[in-house]
């Protein structure tokens, strides 16, 4: 979740989106009752089944292609070129097919990630000459899981001993990679890269990320060596934040992006879900804020684009939901 200024999005992101919901109903008198969405009072979550995702339409969001994080002092040529092998294997089919088979098919991220191994040939071609214990940080989210056990899954075939450890939000485990604790994590370009201009270069710097993910990638190694992290190839593969809403609600109010959203549904009735964090982050409700002009009532403190948002959406709890691009459950609105 980065800084909340327009860029335009990088081209061939699966997109998701914001819900929101019905506002106002018939008057009894037979006249129709006022639009509360009109008063800019918002509009209440709508239930439904089918999810769809907002179109990014004034960039919000960056370049988001996935990214190994590396400790400088764990960061050999063996460990790197192990990270790279991943990344050479990973385009945006592979990552929904895995996707698919964790959050569809209810495989666990090991086993999936065990099968792509096998059938892309991951493991093969890369060297030995690694030695030593690694541990891999993953988030708590099935995308990061799924590309933590692929990491492990190339270490290990180049000589590492590998624990995988859950380490929570980059809030955690960014301080806990520049220490050491942990050597290896999966990131993502333009969300790190402004995570990290942020705390080299204080609140508020310029933007260094962009939609350019060599560009981006420069800005980020430049960043790194001044924290002591460095970082392998970043994969064809990426994702970024969305927002999704229910069909229902996205029909009832006409919404297909998230100025349209802005327009109609900006207001104290309209409920954002995500994770804990999402009010603070510059690229979830903090730009929806900056870019869309979008306000919302309460905010509801579920999962980072998991199912306990993607139910609340379902069940009319909530109207907007924070999702990834890459989330094979979702439609385009």
Request: proline share 5%; with cysteine; aromatic share 4%.
């Amino acid at each position: 979740m980065r800084t909340g200024r327009a860029i335009t999005i990088l081209a061939g992101l699966v997109l998701t989106a914001v819900t929101a919901t019905a506002c106002g109903e018939e008057g009894q008198s037979g006249t129709e009752a006022p639009d509360p969405a009109a008063e800019g009072q918002g509009c209440a979550p709508v239930a439904g089944q089918q999810l769809v995702m907002l179109e990014d339409d004034q960039g919000l969001q960056l370049a988001e292609n996935i990214v190994a994080a590396v400790n400088q002092d764990a960061a050999t040529p063996e460990l790197v070129a192990a990270l790279d092998a991943v990344s050479a294997t990973l385009d945006m089919p592979a990552l929904v097919e895995l996707k698919r088979a964790v959050d569809i098919d209810r495989q666990t991220a090991p086993a999936a990630a065990a099968a792509f191994a096998t059938s892309s040939g991951l493991a093969d071609g890369i060297g030995g000459g690694g030695s030593g214990r690694i541990v891999v940080g993953t988030a708590d989210f099935s995308e990061s899981q799924i590309l933590a056990e692929l990491y492990q899954i190339a270490l290990e075939a180049a000589g590492f001993e590998v624990d995988v450890q859950t380490v929570g939000n980059r809030e955690l485990y960014e301080p806990a990679l520049e220490r050491g604790e942990v050597q290896v994590m999966p990131e993502y370009l333009g969300t790190l890269t402004e995570f990290l201009n942020a705390k080299v270069n204080g609140a508020d710097p310029e933007l260094l990320a962009s939609n350019d993910p060599a560009a981006t990638l420069t800005a980020l190694r430049d960043l790194g060596e001044q924290v002591g992290l460095a970082f392998g190839e970043p994969a064809e593969a990426a994702t970024q934040n969305g927002f999704a809403v229910t069909q229902e609600f996205a029909t009832e109010h006409g919404v297909s992006t998230l100025s349209q959203l802005a327009e109609n549904c900006a207001g104290a009735q309209t409920i954002l879900g995500g994770p804990p964090e999402c009010p603070q982050r510059p690229f979830c409700q903090a730009g929806l804020e900056d870019v869309y002009g979008l306000s919302f009532g309460p905010f509801s403190s579920l999962d980072a684009g998991g199912p306990l948002t993607k139910e609340a959406l379902r069940t009319g709890q909530i109207s907007v939901g924070l999702v990834f691009t890459s989330d094979v459950d979702l439609a385009p609105a």
